[in-house]
């Protein structure tokens, strides 16, 4: 969470309430956009890859916590949270930049790839020790406590996180990109058990023709690691404070929905008066 001051003359934000893997990897990728989102909330449309992947990820939630529940864990019951999930999120987070013609693709591109995860090697057998679990934590050399969601923690305290994919995903990349999350992840559940996780997992769903299920491993982070991911996020929380906001040019640009916002910096970022 993010507070505005309401005093004139004082900072812009006051120290946030806790920090997220997903909130110090957007300041990251682009300070100013991290600012657009979530200090002005500023809206967008849905894109249809962001649409597909939510309603892919509430249709796993439904599926292992029926494991974890003793529920209905079956592929219609599955297929039906998915299908629910799409159109309650185009209702309550629509609208969606849908083409003519590429809602329904998208939908049974997600059935398809959500029976490929169930038919995989890969799929969570037996009961897991949690689904979607909410930790905050205080964390050593972090200003303000860690807080994350884990999509699935295994029998033996093993995070979980699935990623929707275009393209088999390169192992070694993959690992890089997400080594915050995961080292967070980390983090939170030595903090919260006392246990330290034998690896640190990606499933990837990959929506190719035929789609594919693949599973990446990290082993867990050592005492290096750990320290490298504390500091990275507590350099966010201190740029946050300190309202170090400004555009990061890359290729990323070409695609990004702030781009009008953007081209305003940094008049936009200026204090109105009283």
């Not at 249809?48 to 892919?56: C, E, F």
Request: one cysteine or more; charged letters at 25%; a positive charge.
């Amino acid at each position: 969470m993010i507070a505005l001051a309401d005093v004139p003359g004082t900072p812009l934000l006051d120290l946030p309430e806790y920090i997220s893997a997903s909130a110090v990897k957007s300041y990251l990728s682009c300070s100013l956009r991290f600012y657009f989102e979530r200090v002005a909330l500023i809206r967008k449309s849905t894109t249809p890859t962001l649409h597909l992947g939510k309603a892919v990820h509430a249709a796993l939630q439904a599926f292992h916590l029926a494991r974890w529940r003793g529920g209905d864990d079956s592929p219609g019951a599955t297929a039906n949270a998915f299908n629910s999930a799409f159109l309650k999120l185009e209702a309550e987070e629509g609208p969606v930049r849908w083409k003519t013609g590429e809602r329904e693709k998208s939908r049974l591109a997600g059935l398809r790839v959500i029976a490929a995860y169930l038919d995989s090697p890969e799929v969570l057998i037996g009961k897991p020790k949690a689904v979607e679990i909410p930790l905050t934590e205080a964390i050593s050399g972090i200003q303000v406590p860690l807080t994350g969601v884990i999509d699935l923690v295994t029998d033996r305290y093993a995070p979980v996180d699935f990623k929707s994919a275009a393209a088999k995903p390169d192992a070694r990349k993959a690992i890089f990109d997400h080594e915050i999350q995961l080292v967070s992840y980390q983090l939170l559940i030595e903090a919260a058990t006392g246990e330290v996780p034998p690896s640190l997992d990606l499933i990837y769903l990959v929506k190719t023709k035929v789609p594919s299920v693949i599973r990446i491993s990290s082993p867990p982070a050592n005492r290096h690691r750990k320290d490298r991911v504390i500091r990275l996020i507590d350099t966010v929380v201190s740029g946050i404070v300190e309202e170090r906001f400004h555009p990061q040019p890359g290729m990323g640009c070409l695609s990004c929905q702030y781009r009008n916002e953007c081209r305003k910096w940094p008049a936009i970022m200026e204090r109105s008066n009283p």
